[in-house]
Every structure is written in structure tokens, then in C-alpha cells.
């Protein structure tokens, strides 16, 4: 062994071009691997940074109409003998105010139980007690470590200092341990009663020892009917599993598109090694001649394989390790904290499999070719015998290749037409040089309905009216409500309280009716979606509508174009539209804003955001303006890994048809050294160059030919898997079948065309008398 890798890397040195060639190609498969090793390694396997995480189950309670006593069936699940505790939570945001800076931070309202229940002990200061909730205590907080770290530089002496909360002064007791990310991305926790938090939070228990979630389930859920007569039902999941539920089918997806871009680097591999192996037939045929096996000369060229497999995989390791940073960057979404993707021992392990795999995956054609060829004759020819069926081990790779770069690439067409379609979907709004942003009124400032209404009031006289710019401002949130004074609706419907602008500014037609006027109270107007449920085939104008137990009825004056909510659901890519209710903000203003700012262009939009918050800032300083983004990012944020899993798999198809045209490329340029004799003899008896060419180009491309129609076929049968994350767009989509064929059509002809060229180059004269 010790002898074959020595041999091995001496002759792997006397042809550096080829050996830098096999090494990359195999670098950018493997470490194409190796990055979405580590992201399903973070997603799948690691385990949460609590003690005893396996234990911690996420509880979902399912209230059914008519429940009313929410705080009761928490009270159940608390009783459980499954569960060694219980704690509720309530994800929120809040203004934190640290000296003079005013930002937006996630964060929640929690029972003290939840860091018992977690286990998690304090890095600093103490955790938050159950007097921290009585109501009449001292307004207390504990900071995660994340914010202690970038906002105080982890020291030790702001435990016991005040932070402004809200507009609150809350005494921090104490920072979170590393890890801590429940509910995720919360960096402030308020203490909060279990009251406080019924119907309106989320559960997380700590199973006892031995006990299964299946049978915590059917405890907890006896519990639950019992209190809730019937009408609640409840699930119980580990913590982790709930996690990793989001994820869906893109981590295999993923997998399943690197692993097929291997395939495809393995065969270019094996290709060139079968080419390596032909032009060494004489020297095997000396050693079988001297007494070497053909196990021996098999192991040889494995031991050589390998050895390129080893530096491919140490090099795409380096390559996965930027890419990996890539990734997390272009996620427009900040990550849990639980979800870190680095190359960790695991991956390490994985990949050198991945490696070894891949060597032995790239040695076999070129060790079953040594063992069918006559190497005596090799040795008499000078290693010219057998042309044809050299010839055919690398045209069957390449035309798995192309079968495989056909499907990838199917793939690629129907995932980049679905960005296509989502980038240039209606979204109801006219979202050309529109920018939204997010702002939120401290609850201890702005305690009155007239104290909101007043402080918008004011920012939009300040602001004043622009030439091509506009300013519109909204809230909103769920209600339910009545139509015409009779019986509450089952559904529940979105409120926006809008300032006069909002409809121009955000781009949304007026069907019927008319738009709000300055000093109008009592009126609404109304989306054409919900128009379109509530009167189907009759008119709203002038028709009644009471919501969130409001006495006054607000009059129907107008019907506005639907705005739309895309999504990703269980039947895949959705766009529905969403039924709402407009009425002025001053009669119902919220705490929550939504400014939407619009220019002549992006950049001038962006301009004027900046300057609106500049200017609310001077009105109070303690509002925290946050998610500056385009509207239409901001509509189609939640397709972003539809759009990210797209733009991956598109870069995977790329890779493999570039190394699939290689592997045309290097067939048809061993046709022509094969048969350079022939074609002199040809053209000796009076072929012409473009039969030359016809004749090579006909014989090197049917490979890729066969590879084509074998990769449609699969395709037929894969597509339709990716149903749930394509848009606009039918998973058998015609246009995109053509655009692939003509794709490999084109990169084939180019393949084959650049290498057949060297016919034209062949003398007859010399290639008679090599005859």
C-alpha cells in the first residue's frame, strides 16, 4: 500500500493540468455537500442548548368556540402527572431605551417557571421569581446574552441598573445562560402571571423521567376535555421536533440536488481516469508481464483515485467553510439561536465518508476497464487496441451525466419560472418605488386612543405634502365582527385603521363608493374579497358593519382593491387575498404602525423614510422605528426560502451542466486522438471537412442525446414532487421542458463542435503512413 501511494503521488505530479482539473471538480461536488451538511446536521441532529433537552415537549392547545375559561385548561396541563413543569409565554416586541438610544427588540412575556422548566441557570444576576409578577412589584426584567454582550459588553455591573422598557423603568435582575431562545429571537423577558398569559401564549413543559410525549398527550388531553367540556383539544411534540417541523421538504430537497451534482462530478472523474488509464495501457501491460496482478493494478489505480478524492475533499472543505457564511448571510431572516450552521466533528466525519465514497465511486470504471482489456496486445500495439471500447465506458458516462443534469436542471427551470412568477405577481398594491416601515408607541405613553391619534395626527402635519412623495400611515390586527347589527361572524377579519392618504399611497383602486374624508368617524370601507364573502352578489354601500365590541356601527362608504397575503401552505404556494376592513385611524388607532412612505423612485422613497424618522424621532424620542424594507419585499417575505431554495438549486444545476459539458468536451476530444488515422484516410480518399466534422460530431453526441431523453423521462416522474414549492407554473411545464432540451442541445453542440475541430488539423500523408 505504502509503495502504491508513493507511486500515486509521484505520477499524480507529472500531470499537475489534469490532477488540478479532477481535484476542483471534485472540491466544488463535495463541497457543495459538505455546506448542506452542516445546515441539515444544524437542523436535524444538533440538540437544543437546554440540559436535558429531550425532555422539553411544546404543548398546543386547540380552544374550540364557546371555551371561555382559558386560564381553566391551562390549569389542567399544569396538573399533569407527565409533567415535572409547566410555563406559559407570550412573544412581543418592545422599545428598549438604553441611555438616549431608542430601538425595537423581540422579546416576551413569560412565567417565572419557565427557567426551571428549561434549566437553564443565570449568567449573571438571578433569574425572574414569582414575586417579579405580583401584581404591585417592582417592574423587573432579565436581558438575554445576546443583548448583554452588544448593548452593556457583558458586564457584570448593569444587574440591579434600570432600562426603559416600553416607556416603563424596569430594574434588570439578571442575564439569560448562552443559548437561551425560547420564544425565538426574544433578547427581554417580563415577568407575567399565568393569568395574564392564558389564551394568548404558548406552553412548554418538562417531561418526567420515563415518560413518552405520546403519553403525556393522552393524559394531558383527558385533562383538557374534562375542563374544556369538550371543546379543546391538545397536542404535546418534543421541543425540537416543533422546531425542525419548518423546515419541511427543503433540507431534502437540497440534499438530493448535491448529491445528483456528485454523481455528475464522479462520472467526469471516472472519464478522465478511464483516459489516464488508456494511455498507460503499455505500462500494465509491462507490469503484468513482470508478474503484477490484475488486483494489484486495479488496487494501483484505486490508491490514485483516492488520493484525488482526498485532496478534492480537503479542498471543498475549505470551499463549504466560505459557503456556509454565504448562506447564513443571504438569509434575509435572522436565525435561531439554536440554529448555527458550522462544520463541526460530525460534518468532518460525514464529508470524509462523502470523500471516500466518491474515490471508490470514481476507481471503479477505470479498474473494470483494466481488468476486460488484453493488456498483451496493449503492449504490442503501444497501446492502441480497443479504441471502440474505451471509447464507450466514457460515452455511457456522459450520457448518465446528461440524464442527471437533465433532472437538476428540470428542477432549476421550474423553481426560477416560480421566482419569476412571484417577483412579478399583483400584489394588489402598487409597490414601484414604495417602502414600508415599522413603528410601535410605547403603551405607558400612549395609554388613550386620543394620545395615538394625536402624535400621528402630528407627524403627518410635520412631514407636510411633497411633490412625488407621500406618507400613509396604518394599524392592525384581527376582530371579530357583525353585519347589520345581527349575530357575531364566525370568521374573524383583519382591521386597518389608515390615515386619509392610504389608499393612493399604497396603490389600491377604489371599485366603488368613496374614500374616507378628514373628519369622518363612524365609517369604513371595505376590501373586495370581503365584500365578496360577506354580500356575495349585492352591494355593501351604505350596509352596517360593529367589530371588537365596538357599540357604534361603522357605515360601508367605499369597496377597495384586495390587498394579498402569499404564503407557503400544506397545498404549497398560495396567494389569497385578504379580506379587510378600512376605517379612519383616529377612530380606532392602534399602538402597532405600519408607515408606508412612496417616492418617484426606490432611492427617493428610501430618502424620505429616513427623513420621517428623523422627524418622529424629534416628536419622541422613545418610538422605535424598525423593518425598513421595500413593500414589495415586505409583501413577499414570507416565500423566501421558495426563493432561496430556487436560487440554490439553480447554482447546482449550473455546476452540473458545466461539468457535464466537460465530459462531452473530453469524449469528443478522445475521439478524434483515436481516430486521427481514420479521418486521414478519409480525407485522403476525398471526404470533406464537414463530413469530418458531421461524422464525429453525430458519433460524440449521441451519448448526450440518449442522456437527454432517459433525464425527461425521470423528470416526468420527479416533478411533480416539487408541487408545494413552485408558483404560476404546472410541475410538467412545456416551456420549461423545451428550454432544458434546448439548453443541453446547445451546450452538447459547443462540446462537441470546439473538440471535433482538431479533425480539420489531421495530414493524410502522415496518417497513411502510421496505417
Same mark, same amino acid.
Given at each position: 500500500?505504502?509503495?502504491?501511494?508513493?507511486?500515486?503521488?509521484?505520477?499524480?505530479?507529472?500531470?499537475?493540468? /489534469?490532477?488540478?482539473?479532477?481535484?476542483?471538480?471534485?472540491?466544488?461536488?463535495? +463541497?457543495?455537500?459538505?455546506?448542506?451538511?452542516?445546515?441539515?446536521?444544524?437542523?436535524?441532529?444538533?440538540?437544543?442548548?437546554?440540559?436535558?433537552?429531550?425532555?422539553?415537549?411544546?404543548?398546543?392547545?386547540?380552544?374550540?368556540? +364557546?371555551?371561555?375559561?382559558?386560564?381553566?385548561?391551562?390549569?389542567?396541563?399544569?396538573?399533569?402527572?407527565?409533567?415535572?413543569?409547566?410555563?406559559?409565554?407570550?412573544?412581543?416586541?418592545?422599545?428598549?431605551?438604553? &441611555?438616549?438610544?431608542?430601538?425595537?427588540?423581540?422579546?416576551?412575556?413569560?412565567?417565572? %417557571? !419557565?427557567?426551571?422548566?428549561?434549566?437553564?441557570? =443565570?449568567?449573571?444576576?438571578?433569574?425572574?421569581?414569582?414575586?417579579?409578577?405580583?401584581?404591585?412589584?417592582? $417592574?423587573?426584567?432579565?436581558?438575554?446574552?445576546?443583548?448583554?454582550?452588544?448593548?452593556?459588553?457583558?458586564?457584570?455591573?448593569?444587574?440591579? /441598573?434600570?432600562?426603559?422598557?416600553?416607556?416603563?423603568?424596569?430594574?434588570?435582575?439578571?442575564?439569560?445562560?448562552?443559548?437561551?431562545?425560547?420564544?425565538?429571537?426574544?433578547?427581554?423577558?417580563?415577568?407575567?402571571?399565568?393569568?395574564?398569559?392564558?389564551?394568548? +401564549?404558548?406552553?412548554?413543559?418538562?417531561?418526567?423521567?420515563?415518560?413518552?410525549?405520546?403519553?403525556?398527550?393522552?393524559?394531558?388531553?383527558? *385533562?383538557?376535555?374534562?375542563?374544556?367540556?369538550?371543546?379543546?383539544?391538545?397536542? #404535546?411534540?418534543?421541543?425540537?421536533?416543533?422546531?425542525?417541523?419548518?423546515?419541511? $421538504?427543503?433540507?431534502?430537497?437540497?440534499?438530493?440536488?448535491?448529491?445528483?451534482?456528485?454523481?455528475?462530478?464522479?462520472?467526469?472523474?471516472?472519464?478522465?481516469?478511464?483516459?489516464?488509464?488508456?494511455?498507460?495501457?503499455?505500462?500494465?501491460?509491462?507490469?503484468?508481464? !513482470?508478474?503484477?496482478?490484475?488486483?494489484?493494478?486495479?488496487?494501483?489505480?484505486?490508491?490514485? /483515485?483516492?488520493?484525488?478524492?482526498?485532496?478534492?475533499?480537503?479542498?471543498?472543505?475549505?470551499?463549504?467553510?466560505?459557503?456556509?457564511?454565504?448562506?447564513?448571510?443571504?438569509?434575509?431572516?435572522?436565525?435561531?439561536?439554536?440554529?448555527?450552521?458550522?462544520?463541526?466533528?460530525? #460534518?468532518?466525519?460525514?464529508?470524509?465518508?462523502?470523500?471516500?465514497?466518491?474515490?471508490?465511486?470514481?476507481?471503479?470504471?477505470?479498474?473494470?476497464?483494466?481488468?476486460?482489456?488484453?493488456?498483451?496486445?496493449?503492449?504490442?500495439?503501444?497501446?492502441?487496441?480497443?479504441?471502440?471500447?474505451?471509447?464507450?465506458?466514457?460515452?455511457?458516462?456522459?450520457?448518465?451525466?446528461?440524464?442527471?443534469?437533465?433532472?437538476?436542471?428540470?428542477?432549476?427551470?421550474?423553481?426560477?419560472?416560480?421566482?419569476?412568477?412571484?417577483?412579478?405577481?399583483?400584489?394588489?398594491?402598487?409597490?414601484? &418605488?414604495?417602502?414600508?416601515?415599522e413603528a410601535a408607541l410605547p403603551a405607558s405613553r400612549y395609554a388613550?386612543?386620543?394620545?395615538?391619534?394625536?402624535?400621528?395626527?402630528?407627524?403627518?402635519?410635520?412631514?407636510?405634502?411633497?411633490?412625488?412623495?407621500?406618507?400613509?400611515?396604518?394599524?392592525?390586527?384581527?376582530?371579530?365582527?357583525?353585519?347589520?347589527?345581527?349575530?357575531?361572524?364566525?370568521?374573524?377579519?383583519?382591521?386597518?385603521?389608515?390615515?386619509?392618504?392610504?389608499?393612493?399611497?399604497?396603490?389600491?383602486?377604489?371599485?366603488?363608493?368613496?374614500?374616507?374624508?378628514?373628519?369622518?368617524?363612524?365609517?369604513?370601507?371595505?376590501?373586495?374579497?370581503?365584500?365578496?364573502?360577506?354580500?356575495?352578489? &349585492?352591494?355593501?354601500?351604505?350596509?352596517?358593519?360593529?367589530?371588537?365590541?365596538?357599540?357604534? =356601527? %361603522?357605515?360601508?362608504?367605499?369597496?377597495?382593491?384586495?390587498?394579498?397575503?402569499? +404564503?407557503?401552505?400544506?397545498?404549497?404556494?398560495?396567494?389569497?387575498?385578504?379580506?379587510?376592513?378600512?376605517?379612519?385611524?383616529?377612530? %380606532?388607532? @392602534?399602538?402597532?404602525?405600519?408607515?408606508?412612505?412612496?417616492?418617484?423612485?426606490?432611492?427617493?422613497?428610501a430618502s424620505f423614510a429616513a427623513d420621517v424618522e428623523r422627524r418622529?424621532?424629534?416628536?419622541?424620542?422613545?418610538?422605535?422605528?424598525?423593518?425598513?424594507?421595500?413593500?414589495?419585499?415586505?409583501?413577499?417575505?414570507?416565500?423566501?426560502?421558495?426563493?432561496?431554495? @430556487?436560487?440554490?438549486?439553480?447554482?447546482?444545476?449550473?455546476?452540473?451542466?458545466?461539468?457535464?459539458?466537460?465530459?462531452?468536451?473530453?469524449?469528443?476530444?478522445?475521439?478524434?486522438?483515436?481516430?486521427?488515422?481514420?479521418?486521414?484516410?478519409?480525407?485522403?480518399?476525398?471526404?470533406?471537412?464537414?463530413?469530418?466534422?458531421?461524422?464525429?460530431?453525430?458519433?460524440?453526441?449521441?451519448?448526450?442525446?440518449?442522456?437527454?431523453?432517459?433525464?425527461?423521462? *425521470?423528470? !416526468?416522474?420527479?416533478?411533480p414532487l416539487l408541487s408545494s414549492l413552485v408558483y404560476g407554473v404546472?410541475?410538467?411545464?412545456?416551456?420549461?421542458?423545451? &428550454?432544458?432540451? !434546448?439548453?443541453?442541445?446547445?451546450?452538447?453542440?459547443?462540446?462537441?463542435?470546439? $473538440?471535433?475541430?482538431?479533425?480539420?488539423?489531421?495530414?493524410?500523408?502522415?496518417?497513411?503512413?502510421?496505417?
Amino acid at each position: 500500500m505504502a509503495r502504491d501511494l508513493a507511486f500515486g503521488v509521484r505520477l499524480l505530479r507529472s500531470d499537475l493540468r /489534469t490532477t488540478c482539473v479532477v481535484v476542483v471538480t471534485l472540491a466544488v461536488a463535495i +463541497g457543495a455537500n459538505t455546506a448542506i451538511l452542516s445546515i441539515a446536521n444544524a437542523v436535524l441532529f444538533k440538540s437544543l442548548p437546554y440540559p436535558d433537552a429531550d425532555g422539553l415537549v411544546s404543548i398546543v392547545i386547540d380552544r374550540g368556540p +364557546g371555551t371561555a375559561e382559558p386560564q381553566g385548561v391551562m390549569a389542567a396541563i399544569r396538573s399533569s402527572r407527565a409533567f415535572e413543569g409547566t410555563a406559559a409565554m407570550a412573544e412581543d416586541g418592545f422599545n428598549l431605551v438604553v &441611555g438616549d438610544q431608542v430601538r425595537r427588540v423581540q422579546g416576551a412575556r413569560v412565567t417565572p %417557571s !419557565l427557567f426551571t422548566v428549561l434549566k437553564l441557570a =443565570p449568567a449573571a444576576g438571578r433569574v425572574l421569581a414569582d414575586g417579579d409578577a405580583i401584581a404591585g412589584a417592582e $417592574p423587573a426584567v432579565m436581558i438575554s446574552s445576546r443583548l448583554w454582550r452588544a448593548t452593556f459588553q457583558g458586564s457584570h455591573a448593569i444587574v440591579g /441598573t434600570t432600562i426603559g422598557v416600553d416607556g416603563v423603568a424596569r430594574r434588570i435582575v439578571g442575564v439569560t445562560g448562552e443559548g437561551l431562545d425560547i420564544p425565538e429571537f426574544a433578547d427581554i423577558f417580563l415577568p407575567a402571571s399565568e393569568a395574564a398569559l392564558a389564551g394568548s +401564549g404558548e406552553l412548554v413543559a418538562r417531561l418526567r423521567s420515563g415518560i413518552e410525549p405520546s403519553a403525556a398527550r393522552a393524559e394531558a388531553a383527558a *385533562l383538557v376535555e374534562q375542563s374544556a367540556r369538550g371543546r379543546a383539544s391538545v397536542s #404535546v411534540l418534543r421541543l425540537a421536533d416543533a422546531r425542525r417541523a419548518e423546515f419541511g $421538504p427543503i433540507i431534502p430537497l437540497l440534499a438530493g440536488a448535491v448529491a445528483l451534482v456528485l454523481f455528475v462530478a464522479c462520472a467526469n472523474v471516472s472519464g478522465i481516469q478511464i483516459a489516464r488509464t488508456m494511455s498507460r495501457e503499455p505500462e500494465f501491460g509491462v507490469r503484468r508481464a !513482470l508478474g503484477a496482478s490484475r488486483r494489484q493494478l486495479a488496487q494501483q489505480l484505486t490508491t490514485e /483515485t483516492l488520493l484525488l478524492a482526498l485532496g478534492g475533499g480537503a479542498a471543498g472543505v475549505l470551499l463549504a467553510s466560505w459557503a456556509v457564511d454565504v448562506i447564513t448571510a443571504a438569509i434575509p431572516v435572522p436565525l435561531p439561536v439554536w440554529l448555527h450552521f458550522h462544520i463541526d466533528m460530525r #460534518v468532518l466525519a460525514l464529508t470524509a465518508l462523502v470523500t471516500v465514497a466518491a474515490g471508490a465511486l470514481c476507481a471503479i470504471a477505470p479498474a473494470m476497464h483494466i481488468a476486460r482489456v488484453n493488456l498483451n496486445d496493449a503492449l504490442k500495439s503501444g497501446g492502441r487496441s480497443g479504441a471502440a471500447g474505451r471509447t464507450t465506458w466514457r460515452s455511457t458516462l456522459v450520457m448518465a451525466e446528461v440524464a442527471v443534469t437533465v433532472v437538476l436542471l428540470v428542477a432549476a427551470g421550474l423553481l426560477v419560472r416560480t421566482i419569476g412568477h412571484i417577483t412579478a405577481m399583483d400584489l394588489g398594491a402598487g409597490t414601484a &418605488g414604495a417602502r414600508t416601515m415599522e413603528a410601535a408607541l410605547p403603551a405607558s405613553r400612549y395609554a388613550t386612543p386620543a394620545s395615538r391619534a394625536d402624535i400621528v395626527a402630528r407627524l403627518l402635519d410635520v412631514v407636510g405634502h411633497r411633490d412625488g412623495s407621500a406618507l400613509a400611515i396604518a394599524s392592525e390586527g384581527p376582530a371579530s365582527f357583525t353585519i347589520d347589527g345581527g349575530a357575531p361572524a364566525a370568521a374573524r377579519v383583519r382591521i386597518r385603521a389608515v390615515t386619509g392618504d392610504y389608499f393612493r399611497t399604497m396603490g389600491l383602486r377604489m371599485l366603488r363608493g368613496g374614500s374616507f374624508g378628514p373628519r369622518d368617524v363612524a365609517v369604513a370601507a371595505v376590501s373586495e374579497e370581503f365584500a365578496r364573502r360577506m354580500w356575495p352578489g &349585492g352591494d355593501p354601500i351604505g350596509r352596517t358593519i360593529a367589530f371588537g365590541g365596538r357599540a357604534e =356601527p %361603522s357605515m360601508v362608504i367605499g369597496v377597495v382593491g384586495d390587498t394579498v397575503e402569499p +404564503g407557503i401552505y400544506a397545498s404549497g404556494i398560495e396567494v389569497r387575498p385578504v379580506a379587510a376592513i378600512y376605517v379612519p385611524y383616529a377612530s %380606532s388607532p @392602534g399602538l402597532e404602525l405600519t408607515m408606508v412612505v412612496r417616492g418617484n423612485a426606490d432611492a427617493d422613497a428610501a430618502s424620505f423614510a429616513a427623513d420621517v424618522e428623523r422627524r418622529l424621532h424629534a416628536l419622541d424620542a422613545h418610538v422605535a422605528v424598525y423593518n425598513h424594507r421595500r413593500l414589495a419585499d415586505a409583501i413577499t417575505l414570507p416565500l423566501w426560502p421558495v426563493i432561496a431554495v @430556487g436560487r440554490a438549486i439553480g447554482l447546482v444545476a449550473l455546476i452540473a451542466i458545466l461539468l457535464a459539458a466537460a465530459g462531452v468536451y473530453g469524449v469528443t476530444a478522445q475521439v478524434v486522438a483515436q481516430r486521427s488515422r481514420e479521418m486521414g484516410i478519409r480525407t485522403a480518399l476525398g471526404a470533406t471537412s464537414s463530413d469530418l466534422l458531421g461524422l464525429v460530431i453525430f458519433q460524440t453526441a449521441r451519448p448526450a442525446v440518449y442522456g437527454s431523453a432517459i433525464g425527461l423521462v *425521470l423528470s !416526468l416522474a420527479i416533478a411533480p414532487l416539487l408541487s408545494s414549492l413552485v408558483y404560476g407554473v404546472r410541475p410538467l411545464d412545456a416551456i420549461t421542458y423545451a &428550454g432544458v432540451v !434546448l439548453l443541453v442541445a446547445l451546450t452538447t453542440l459547443i462540446g462537441t463542435y470546439l $473538440p471535433a475541430r482538431g479533425v480539420l488539423r489531421v495530414d493524410p500523408a502522415t496518417a497513411l503512413r502510421q496505417a
